[in-house]
C-alpha cells in the first residue's frame, strides 16, 4: 500500500518506519564476536526488565514525596508589584559576573519566616507563572512529571539546577531530597544495570569458552585417530634406530638360547638416523654467538641504562610542557637537543635487544614492538622536520610523546592495563558496529520526526550529521535533557520517550557492555598474572627446600 500525497502525518509515520531498515545488515554477520555480544544483550534483557522494576519504584516513591512537598513551588518566578496592589510582568533575567540572577524561583507568600529561600525584593511579589522551569519539563506538579525530573537527576544530568531551583522555592530541606535522589539513584540503581550486563556478559563468555575448548577437544581426538591409524599403517620397525636395536639384542639372545644360526639380518640402514659430527670452529662460533647475546643482554638490563633512559623520557616530557607561545629560542634549541639524545640512545638500545634476542622473537613480543615505534617516530620526525621550517618542526613534535610509552616496560600496573586494553580489543570491534548501527538507526528515524522543529542552534535533527551528533549527545548522557526539553515543547510529552529510550538502550546498556568488557579484560589478565607469580613463587620455595636440607 502506498501512502498517498494528501495525507501528510502518514507519509511522514510510513517513512519513519522505514529507518528501521537499517537493522537489515544485523543478518548478514556471522563473526563470533558480533554473536556473542548479541547474545549478551538478548540474555540480559529480562535481568534489566527487574532493574527497571526496582527503578520504577524507587522513582514512584520519591515522586510521591516530591509532589505532596514541592507541588507548584517551581512555577513561582518574581513578578513587578504595581501600584494598584495588583501582580505585574516577571521581573527579567539579570546576570551578575556570569550568574543569573533573575528570573529563578522564589518562595511565594506566607513563606517569610524562611529565610534559607530566595525572597523577592521590594516592590516585587512571588506569584506562579503557569510553567515550571525548562520549558515545562522539570517539575513536581504530577507524578509524571516528577518521575521524569527524578530520571534526570539520577542521569547526572542539570541535577545541580533543580536542587538550586527547589532550594530557592522551598529553603535547605530541599537539598536533602536532591542529594538523596542523586545518591540512591545514580550510584545504585544505575550501577544495577552495570552489574546485570557483567554477569550476562561474564556467563556468555564462559559458554563460549567452554564450547570452544570442546571443540578443540574433540579436533585433538579426530587427530590424535588419524595420526595413529596413519602410524599403525606405516610402521616399519626398522626404520626408528631404537626399535630396530633393540629387535636384534632380542634376536642374538634368541639365538644365543637355543644355539641356533641367526637368520641374515637386513643391511639396509639408509633409514637409520645418525647424529653429524659437529665441527670445532661450529662450536666456537656458536659460543661466541651466545656470549654476545649474554653480553648485550646484560647491557640492556643494566640499572644504568634503565636510569638513563628513563632520565631522558622525563626531561623530554618536561621541556614539552615548558613549551609555550612565544618561547625563547634557548628553550626550542633544548628541546630539539635531548631529542636528538634520546634518539640516539634508544636506537643503541634496540640494536643491544636485537643482539640479545633476535629479530623474530624482538618483533613478536609487544613491548619490543613499541621500542621499535617509537625508534621508527623519532627519525620520521627527523626527517620531516629537515629544511621544513620551524612550523613544521613544531607540528611533528607532539610524536616525541611516543617515548612515554617506554616507561611502561618498568611499570608493571601500567603493563596489566595495557594488556587488558589489547585484550579487550578484539571484543571492541564488533561493539563499534553495534553503536554506529544504533546510533545510525535512532538518528534517522529522529530526522523524520523532529527535522526543522528545534530551535537549538548546535543539537538538532535537521540533517543526517547533525542527527548523529544529538543522538551521540543524548547516549553519553551530559545535556541530552535540552534536548528532551525542545521535543517536549515542539511536539509533546510523547518526543520524551523517544530520548528516554535512546538514554536506556544507549547508556545503560551498550556503555555498560563496553564497562563489562573492560572489566572482564582486567580481571582475566590480573588473573593470569597471580597465576604466574604463585607459579614463581612456588618454584622458589621448592627450590629452596634443599638448601634448608643441606
Known amino acids: 500500500m502506498t501512502p498517498q500525497s494528501s495525507e501528510g502525518g502518514d507519509v511522514e509515520v510510513w517513512q ?110 512571588c506569584a506562579a507563572t503557569g510553567e515550571n522551569p525548562k520549558e515545562g519539563t522539570n517539575g513536581f506538579d504530577n507524578i509524571l512529571v516528577a518521575v521524569y525530573t527524578i530520571f534526570q537527576c539520577t542521569t547526572l544530568d542539570s541535577w545541580s539546577d533543580v536542587q ?92 644365543a638360547q637355543t644355539d641356533s644360526v641367526p637368520k641374515e639380518v637386513p643391511k639396509d640402514d639408509s633409514n637409520l638416523v645418525t647424529p653429524k659430527p659437529t665441527s670445532c670452529r661450529a662450536v666456537a662460533e656458536s659460543d661466541a654467538v651466545q656470549g654476545a647475546s649474554r653480553k648485550c643482554t646484560q647491557w640492556v638490563e643494566s640499572p644504568v641504562m634503565q636510569h638513563l633512559i628513563t632520565l631522558l623520557i622525563v626531561a623530554s616530557t618536561i621541556l614539552l610542557m615548558a613549551d609555550h607561545y612565544r618561547a625563547p629560542a634557548w628553550l626550542g634549541t633544548m628541546i630539539d637537543i635531548v631529542g636528538y639524545i634520546c634518539t640516539a640512545v634508544f636506537t643503541v638500545e634496540m640494536l643491544l635487544k636485537f643482539v640479545s634476542i633476535g629479530l623474530p622473537k624482538y618483533f613478536s613480543e609487544l613491548y619490543t614492538i613499541l621500542d621499535f615505534v617509537v625508534v621508527a617516530t623519532s627519525f620520521l620526525e627527523i626527517m620531516l622536520s629537515v629544511g621544513q621550517g620551524f612550523v613544521v618542526l613544531r607540528l611533528f613534535r607532539f610524536l616525541r610523546l611516543m617515548r612515554t610509552a617506554k616507561l611502561v616496560q618498568n611499570w608493571n600496573a601500567m603493563k596489566v592495563f595495557l594488556s587488558a586494553m589489547t585484550r579487550a580489543c578484539e571484543a571492541f570491534m564488533p561493539f563499534y558496529v553495534l553503536i554506529l ?114
Open 16 to 125: 519513519s518506519l522505514r529507518t528501521f531498515r537499517a537493522l537489515q545488515p544485523i543478518r548478514t554477520f556471522r563473526y563470533p564476536e558480533l554473536q556473542l555480544i548479541l547474545q549478551v544483550l538478548l540474555r540480559s534483557v529480562p535481568l534489566m526488565g527487574n532493574v527497571f522494576v526496582a527503578a520504577m519504584f524507587f522513582y514512584l516513591l520519591l515522586g510521591i514525596i516530591g509532589v505532596q512537598m514541592f507541588q507548584g513551588l517551581l512555577q513561582n518566578r518574581c513578578h513587578y508589584l504595581e501600584e494598584d496592589g495588583s501582580v505585574g510582568a516577571v521581573v527579567p533575567a539579570q546576570y551578575i559576573n556570569g550568574h543569573q540572577i533573575n528570573p529563578r524561583t522564589c518562595m511565594p507568600v506566607g513563606y517569610e519566616s524562611f529565610t534559607d529561600g530566595y525572597h523577592c525584593e521590594l516592590n516585587e511579589v
Open 164 to 255: 538550586y531551583n527547589l532550594m530557592d522555592s522551598a529553603g535547605s530541606i530541599a537539598a536533602v531530597y536532591a542529594v538523596v535522589i542523586v545518591w540512591i539513584g545514580a550510584f545504585v540503581v544505575m550501577n544495577l544495570s552495570l552489574a546485570v550486563i557483567y554477569d550476562s556478559y561474564t556467563s556468555c563468555k564462559r559458554q563460549e569458552l567452554m564450547k570452544q575448548a570442546e571443540l578443540k577437544l574433540l579436533e585433538k581426538e579426530k587427530d590424535y585417530v588419524v595420526t595413529s591409524t596413519e602410524a599403525i599403517r606405516n610402521f616399519n620397525p626398522f626404520s626408528d634406530p631404537s626399535t630396530f636395536s633393540f629387535l636384534k639384542l632380542r634376536f642374538c639372545a634368541h639365538n
Open 437 to 550: 548501527i544504533f546510533v545510525m538507526t535512532t538518528s534517522l528515524f529522529g530526522n523524520q520526526l523532529f527535522e526543522d522543529k528545534f530551535s537549538i542552534g548546535r543539537f538538532n535533527y535537521d540533517t543526517i550529521l547533525i542527527s548523529c551528533l544529538s543522538t551521540f549527545k543524548v547516549l553519553l548522557g551530559p545535556g541530552w535533557s535540552q534536548l528532551v526539553m525542545e521535543g517536549v515543547s515542539s511536539e509533546g510529552w510523547w518526543a520524551a520517550i523517544f530520548f528516554i529510550g535512546i538514554y536506556v538502550i544507549g547508556n545503560m546498556i551498550f556503555l555498560n557492555v563496553y564497562a563489562a568488557i573492560l572489566i572482564e579484560s582486567y580481571c582475566a589478565e590480573t588473573s593470569q598474572v597471580d597465576e604466574a607469580e604463585d607459579l614463581t613463587n612456588g618454584n622458589s620455595k621448592h627450590e629452596d627446600k634443599p638448601n634448608k636440607l643441606h
